[in-house]
């Protein structure tokens, strides 16, 4: 059964400090591994989807990146800025489902 | 396109009330998800569609919850009688197709008291 691990569960750095969040998962056979934001209250902001063929994807400050072999996806962002606040959540595609890591809820501090 | 659009975004209503919640997916998506959130048990599939039809069911959690799509741009999820311990938030996303990028709605919050 696949299990998906997200450490640390919170952290708080300062504006403009390069961070990189960890995605940890149990099987590789994978289709995909989707990262999210959400903001308090709020719904699930999709940031990249990494298929399984692929080694990372990068969207402005943002860079995932994943390796099956090891079962480890990291999101990178540079130059945190205070609008980053908001918990990260990976999920790794398996079939139609997802299965989803518990978050890691991230504070920028100005 | 305006993303998935949930509504209402919040719900509140008496133990025992019937509850439907509704959910039109980006148009062109043949795949239809609703999750549930809550502290303690995390983002949960209820249900999954593919092209209107239910492919998986085995997250709901009772009788209780039944979840229908008549057509391809309009989905409900109704929770017929509600307990206090359906209280949470509510998702439906949709993907071009399965195994593709998810998209979700912005959610709906339920508290049943």
């Known amino acids: 059964k696949q299990e998906v691990t997200q450490i640390p569960a919170a952290l708080s750095v300062p504006e403009g400090e390069n961070l990189v969040l960890n995605c940890s998962f149990t099987d590789s056979a994978i289709y995909n591994l989707q990262w999210f934001r959400q903001d308090p209250g709020k719904g699930l902001t999709s940031l990249l989807l990494?298929?399984?063929s692929q080694r990372e994807q990068t969207s402005g400050r943002l860079n995932a990146s994943l390796d099956k072999s090891s079962g480890r996806s990291t999101l990178y962002i540079a130059a945190s800025q205070p609008g980053d606040s908001a918990t990260y959540l990976c999920a790794v595609g398996d079939n139609y489902q997802l299965i989803w890591g518990a978050g890691t809820k991230l504070i920028i501090k100005p | 396109d305006a993303g998935v659009i949930q509504s209402p975004r919040h719900e509140v209503t008496e133990m025992g009330q019937e509850v439907t919640l509704r959910c039109k997916p980006i148009?062109?998506?043949?795949?239809l998800f609703w999750y549930r959130q809550t502290m303690m048990r995390g983002l949960e599939l209820l249900i999954y569609f593919n092209n209107n039809v239910p492919i998986d069911d085995s997250g709901m959690p009772e009788d209780r919850f039944s979840a229908k799509m008549p057509n391809a741009s309009f989905s409900t999820l109704k929770i017929q009688p509600s307990e206090p311990r359906d209280s949470a938030v509510y998702f439906c996303a949709s993907s071009a197709m399965m195994n593709t990028e998810a998209f979700f709605g912005q959610g709906t919050r339920l508290t049943v008291v």
């Open positions: 990494i298929q399984s």
């Open positions: 148009s062109g998506h043949n795949s």
